[in-house]
Nanobody, 118 residues
Framework: VQLQASGGGMVQAGGSLRLSCTAS????????MAWYRQAPGKQRELVAG???????TYADSVKGRFTISRDRVQNTVSLEMNSLKPDDTAVYYC?????????????WGQGTLVTVSS
C-alpha cells in the first residue's frame, strides 16, 4: 500500500484546511485509515481514524473541529480541519492499517506540514 498526502499549508488561527490522502496498491486489504500528527519536539499522535465499518475516533483536542471521511471507491481519506489553533501546527501523516492472519502492518504517507499562525 502506498499513501500520498496533500493539502497542508499555512493558515491563520480560526481558519480551515482540508487534507487528502490517496491510497494505491493493495487497497482492498486496508482495514482502517487515519491521520496522525507530530509537532516539533513531541511524539506522533493519533488525530482521527476510521475503520471499514465506519467506526470513527478523534483525539479529544480536535473533537468538534476536525472531521475525517473516507471514500472507499476512490481510496481516499480526508481530514477537514476547522477553527484551527496554533497548537494544531504539526506535520500530518496519513496512515493505513492492513490486518493479516499473523498480525497487522502499518503504512505511512510522506507527511504534510500544517502551520497555524496566531
Amino acid at each position: 500500500v502506498q499513501l500520498q498526502a496533500s493539502g497542508g499549508g499555512m493558515v491563520q488561527a480560526g481558519g480551515s484546511l482540508r487534507l487528502s490522502c490517496t491510497a494505491s496498491g493493495s487497497t482492498s486489504d486496508i482495514n482502517s485509515m487515519a491521520w496522525y500528527r507530530q509537532a516539533p519536539g513531541k511524539q506522533r499522535e493519533l488525530v482521527a481514524g476510521q475503520t471499514n465499518d465506519e467506526a470513527t475516533t478523534y483525539a479529544d483536542s480536535v473533537k468538534g473541529r476536525f472531521t475525517i471521511s473516507r471514500d472507499r471507491v476512490q481510496n481516499t481519506v480526508s481530514l477537514e480541519m476547522n477553527s484551527l489553533k496554533p497548537d494544531d501546527t504539526a506535520v500530518y501523516y496519513c496512515n493505513a492499517i492492513v490486518v493479516f492472519h499473523s498480525g497487522a502492518r502499518l503504512y505511512w504517507g510522506q507527511g504534510t506540514l500544517v502551520t497555524v499562525s496566531s
